[in-house]
């Protein structure tokens, strides 16, 4: 079993800039695909960004694309996700999620067999 643990939420201001962290329990040498989803109240889970192993691959939703880059370390075992250029809509609950064969459908929550608990990013206008 795969522990996901997300970091790095928070309040800023439109216009500003986050790094996200998910922290893996297991080597992410495992060959996970990686992402990111976001959640706000009442509505389902989106897609965000999501990266291939070992990292040279990876892919965005258009909402992100342009002011944010997905990245991973996996000597640390960790992926990031920088986001630059937030505004009001980027707020919600962001989840880091793994699988080993979710490139094919990355977009979609099904893909995905560990997920994080979430952390909150708001953005102030």
């Known amino acids: 079993q795969v522990q996901l643990v997300e970091s790095g939420g928070g309040l800023v201001q439109a216009g500003g800039s986050l790094r996200l962290s998910c922290a893996a329990s297991?080597?992410?040498?495992?060959?996970?695909?990686m992402g990111w989803f976001r959640q706000t109240p009442g509505k389902e889970r989106e897609f965000v960004a999501a990266?291939?192993?070992?990292?040279?691959?990876?892919y965005y939703a258009d909402s992100v694309k342009g002011r944010s880059t997905i990245s991973r370390d996996n000597a640390k075992n960790t992926m990031y996700l920088q986001m630059n250029s937030l505004n009001a809509e980027d707020t919600a609950v962001y989840y880091c999620?793994?699988?080993?064969?979710?490139?094919?459908?990355?977009?979609?929550?099904?893909?995905?067999?560990?997920w994080g608990q979430g952390t909150q990013v708001t953005v102030s206008s």
């Open positions: 999620a793994a699988g080993l064969r979710a490139w094919s459908e990355r977009a979609y929550e099904r893909a995905w067999d560990h």
């Open positions: 297991q080597r992410t040498g495992s060959r996970f695909v």
């Open positions: 990266i291939g192993w070992p990292g040279q691959i990876t």
